[in-house]
């Protein structure tokens, strides 16, 4: 989860992406500190400005509050992360699908990749094993 | 947010009678990092030159929190020429000591610790030293005043890509958030990340004043790109 910034989609989006990724895989862990706007934006290399805009969505979202004393803490509420981690989960299928789909799959046949690749037919990809595989 | 400079018909004509910089208009505010792009001979360097009050202006007036460039002004403007003024024969501790003894905001320990950073040796004479070398330690100078206005006329374009990561990082860190940078740069995917705002120049005139991230977002592209469709030869 590097900062990635390069896409042509406006900079906050991205950071509030790969802040979002943070909290749901526990590099955030639920109640913990999140390190200071300066900080995270001498670490992304974006205007601190832009990253006070990223994390005041987050806060909006309720992912992060303010705390006045401990600064900015992760939310306690685990089932707030874990919905949208399903939400992030469903995205990605959604991407899958369109992707498949330009390869001119349907939605049987591209179910059928998943089934796949899940009983561990196809769980070398590209010279990696994959996780969970035989 | 307060006007730190307001240029109102800034206008310059060099001897040849083109106008460099025409019946400029622009407001440049505190707390922002802003992108000055444009193509060669735009006006971005004129247009420095005069908020720093190395030239005249033909026609209309520049203001810095409401003065004419002058004595006040370079105390709160931090300037990096596009050339450098160091003396060669100088030690880098002697210009040290020389911006301490000219800039009452100077923060030498801030320039020995960035010197140190980049792995500079403060006894070397600058003669001595490489290019990239020589424009590091210029910037490091310009960046460790507590200035309200930083003005970076190409400030990364001879030093190499780790060393301007490091830049850009210390541009971010150590700036107070009272305080506004504008950098003027061709090196335009390198810095966009950390600009507020971009003020395009063509002919002297402004044609674009917008946040990066409004740019990005009704465009559907970097500034980079951006600017390669406006300026498109």
């Known amino acids: 989860m590097t900062w990635n910034l390069k896409e042509d989609r406006p900079i906050y989006v991205q950071i509030v992406e790969t802040l979002r990724m943070r909290i749901v895989s526990g590099v955030y862990p639920p109640g913990s500190r999140i390190p200071s706007v300066r900080e995270l934006a001498a670490e992304a290399g974006v205007n601190p400005n832009t990253m006070q805009r990223a994390l005041a969505d987050l806060e909006r979202m309720e992912l992060i509050s303010t705390q006045r004393t401990t600064g900015k803490t992760v939310t306690e509420d685990e089932s707030r992360i874990l919905s949208l981690k399903e939400s992030i989960a469903e995205e990605e299928t959604k991407i899958y699908f369109v992707k498949m789909g330009e390869l001119g799959f349907d939605h049987r046949q591209i179910a059928d990749f998943v089934k796949k690749a899940a009983d561990g037919e196809n769980n070398e990809i590209g010279g990696y094993t994959l996780m969970g595989g035989e | 947010m307060s006007a730190l400079i307001e240029c109102r018909n800034l206008t310059k004509c060099y001897q040849n009678g083109v106008p460099a910089v025409l019946d400029m208009n622009l407001t440049i505010e505190s707390g922002h990092i ?108 310009v960046m460790s005043r507590e200035a309200k206005l930083f003005i970076l006329d190409e400030p990364i374009a001879g030093v190499d890509p780790a060393a301007r990561d490091y830049i850009i990082r210390t541009i971010i860190t150590n700036y107070n958030p009272e305080a506004s940078v504008m950098i003027c740069t061709h090196l335009i995917s390198d810095i966009e990340n950390i600009l507020d705002d971009v003020i395009f120049l063509k002919q002297g005139k402004v044609v674009l004043k917008a946040q990066v991230d409004e740019i990005r977002e009704k465009a559907g592209k970097t500034v980079d790109q951006y600017f390669r469709e406006v300026f498109a030869c």
């Open chain 2, 34 to 141: 802003y992108g000055l792009l444009g193509p060669n001979g735009s006006g971005k360097t004129t247009l420095i030159k005069m908020i720093n009050g190395l030239l005249i202006p033909t026609a209309g007036e520049v203001l810095i929190e409401g003065n004419k460039p002058g004595v006040e002004s370079r105390k709160i403007i931090s300037y990096l020429p596009e050339r450098t003024y160091l003396d060669a024969q100088n030690k880098v501790s002697d210009m040290i000591a020389f911006f301490e003894d000219f800039y009452e905001d100077f923060k030498p320990d801030r320039a020995w610790e960035m010197l140190e950073n980049l792995g500079i040796n403060r006894e070397a004479r600058l003669k001595t030293l490489s290019k990239g070398t020589r424009e590091k330690i210029q910037l490091i100078l």
